[in-house]
T-cell receptor, first 113, second 116 residues
Framework: AQSVAQPEDQVNVAEGNPLTVKCTYSVSGNPYLFWYVQYPNRGLQFLLKYITGDNLVKGSYGFEAEFNKSQTSFHLKKPSALVSDSALYFCAVRVTGFQKLVFGTGTRLLVSP | NAGVTQTPKFRILKIGQSMTLQCTQDMNHNYMYWYRQDPGMGLKLIYYSVGAGITDKGEVPNGYNVSRSTTEDFPLRLELAAPSQTSVYFC???????????????FGPGTRLLVL
């Protein structure tokens, strides 16, 4: 069965410092991996996705994620955090032929000034 | 493009009442989905549709019904509201090619439902 784990409920980082939000997955086939961000009282916004090709994926708002097949991970990163990056981040995985997008439980990112 | 729109934004229901959550997308996407989001949890798929006239159950379909008479609209019906259906409901859509299911899903702003 497909699953996604986000081991940290919350990540705290100071503005200007690099940030990492962790995600690991478990699938039986080739994974399609996604990161979404949710601001308070808003829907999910797409950040980036990995389908195939280059393991380093660049997305919106300066975010990037690295696909690591051996470690089954897809960590979200940003070189320099902004206070406005504070939000709830969801990792999700999909396998071809399956309609379901499986979400992790989310990681709250708090960037302090 | 407005993207995915949902109405209402917020609703309070009494136990046993019924209501329909509306969802419309203007991106000509063939696939549409309904999710619910409970506190501290990820999103759970309720129902999905791969095209007009075709719907199927997701992980948590009990207590809900859907229809897809047009490409644009995918309403979610709650027939007998229960407190367990208190949640935030998100509609999403995507354009999938040949069933590859790898495309980005775009989400609406959500409907917050409280059942008392």
């Amino acid at each position: 069965a497909q699953s996604v784990a986000q081991p940290e409920d919350q990540v705290n980082v100071a503005e200007g410092n690099p940030l990492t939000v962790k995600c690991t997955y478990s699938v039986s086939g080739n994974p399609y991996l996604f990161w979404y961000v949710q601001y308070p009282n808003r829907g999910l916004q797409f950040l980036l996705k990995y389908i195939t090709g280059d393991n380093l994926v660049k997305g919106s708002y300066g975010f990037e994620a690295e696909f690591n097949k051996s470690q089954t991970s897809f960590h979200l990163k940003k070189p320099s955090a902004l206070v406005s990056d504070s939000a709830l981040y969801f990792c999700a995985v999909r396998v071809t032929g399956f309609q379901k997008l499986v979400f992790g439980t989310g990681t709250r990112l708090l960037v302090s000034p | 493009n407005a993207g995915v729109t949902q109405t209402p934004k917020f609703r309070i229901l009494k136990i046993g009442q019924s209501m329909t959550l509306q969802c419309t997308q203007d991106m000509n996407h063939n696939y549409m989905y309904w999710y619910r989001q409970d506190p501290g949890m990820g999103l759970k798929l309720i129902y999905y549709s791969v095209g007009a006239g075709i719907t199927d159950k997701g992980e948590v379909p009990n207590g809900y019904n859907v229809s897809r008479s047009t490409t644009e609209d995918f309403p979610l019906r709650l027939e007998l509201a229960a407190p367990s259906q208190t949640s935030v409901y998100f509609c999403a859509s995507s354009r999938e090619i040949q069933g590859q299911t790898k495309e980005t899903q775009y989400f609406g702003p959500g409907t917050r439902l409280l059942v008392l």
